[in-house]
T-cell receptor, first 112, second 116 residues
Framework: DQQVKQNSPSLSVQEGRISILNCDYTNSMFDYFLWYKKYPAEGPTFLISISSIKDKNEDGRFTVFLNKSAKHLSLHIVPSQPGDSAVYFCAARAGTASKLTFGTGTRLQVTL | DTEVTQTPKHLVMGMTNKKSLKCEQHMGHRAMYWYKQKAKKPPELMFVYSYEKLSINESVPSRFSPECPNSSLLNLHLHALQPEDSALYLC???????????????FGPGTRLTVT
């Protein structure tokens, strides 16, 4: 049972435009959400997070939006740069658990 | 220093071999994790250590044996593995579970394991 889903396996965006990556979850106990970026042959790199008490968190070019009623979160990257090309995973945590549940990932390609 | 290091980068082993994966962090983190990642799949949690004690074992077969000798080091001992255990093994660390941001995990580059 996949509790965190990223329904778009891939996304292509032109440099300078906005990239929007989406993530849906089913477990209403999740209260903290994170986005990771992964380059080939490297481990995932933490990007940005959001608590369930907020609906938006911004860090430079990256903004995460959370819609609790829809059980949906999204990562916006503005403006997109070629170095943003990577696989993006969303992850979620429930309560005080140490465990993160990851989505299946979305491969973003930023073209020139 | 926000780096988690893992050795070796690549490992090929036979089903009768015994080998170990190593992970090190110097961020003062008190929680460390082992994940397994198969191609085109998300990372799957295997073990969690908190303050050098095993706190979570996600029903991992006993042919995988974790060890946390101190707060900076995490090992994964491998014995009698199967070909289906071939995967990328990722180590991660985070602040102690009493910290507000303990769920932000920092990953190493992984060890690519092939079992023949």
């Amino acid at each position: 049972d996949q509790q965190v889903k990223q329904n778009s396996p891939s996304l292509s965006v032109q440099e300078g435009r906005i990239s929007i990556l989406n993530c849906d979850y089913t477990n209403s106990m999740f209260d903290y959400f994170l986005w990771y970026k992964k380059y080939p042959a490297e481990g995932p790199t933490f990007l940005i997070s959001i608590s369930s008490i907020k609906d938006k968190n911004e860090d430079g070019r990256f903004t995460v939006f959370l819609n609790k009623s829809a059980k949906h979160l999204s990562l916006h990257i503005v403006p997109s740069q070629p170095g943003d090309s990577a696989v993006y995973f969303c992850a979620a945590r429930a309560g005080t658990a140490s465990k993160l549940t990851f989505g299946t990932g979305t491969r973003l390609q930023v073209t020139l | 220093d926000t780096e988690v290091t893992q050795t070796p980068k690549h490992l090929v082993m036979g089903m009768t071999n015994k080998k170990s994966l190593k992970c090190e962090q110097h961020m003062g983190h008190r929680a460390m994790y082992w994940y397994k990642q198969k191609a085109k799949k998300p990372p799957e949690l295997m073990f969690v250590y908190s303050y050098e004690k095993l706190s979570i074992n996600e029903s991992v077969p006993s042919r995988f044996s974790p060890e946390c000798p101190n707060s900076s080091l995490l090992n994964l001992h491998l014995h009698a593995l199967q070909p289906e255990d071939s995967a990328l093994y990722l180590c991660a660390s985070s602040q102690s579970v009493t910290s507000r941001r303990y769920y932000e995990q920092y990953f190493g580059p992984g060890t690519r394991l092939t079992v023949t």
